[in-house]
């Protein structure tokens, strides 16, 4: 399984990619890895301000149907379009293509009671 060292996690499985005052937020490995193949993202908050551990949106896998919780509050500028047609990418590419959405940062002091990622680790037994 792979932890970027780069990015912060939750304790939910999101992982947050911080560039300036925005954000992608996805989930991660451990999680794709746990809910198997993902055939569907729901999210539909696109413009809308989501408070810090609220959700966000469900992923459905062939087993089960999840819900995405927001790490960072922000407002979600940009839904990854890439998974309409391609839920896959959220378990070929969890960091990468596979991220779900880009958020507009409203409170950065959260970013420092996000885990990072041995904290991460740890806490999934890796």
Known sequence: MEFPAELKYT?????????????????????????GDIVYVDINTLGKEVNAEDVFGTVEAVKTVSDLFMP??????????KLDANPELVNTDPYGDGWMVKIEISDASQIDGLLGSSAYQTQVGA
């Open 11 to 35: 304790k939910d499985h999101e992982w947050v990619r911080v560039e300036g005052s925005q954000a992608y937020v996805g989930i991660t490995d451990f999680a794709q890895r746990e809910l």
């Open 72 to 81: 960072l509050t922000g407002k979600i500028l940009e839904i990854n379009k």
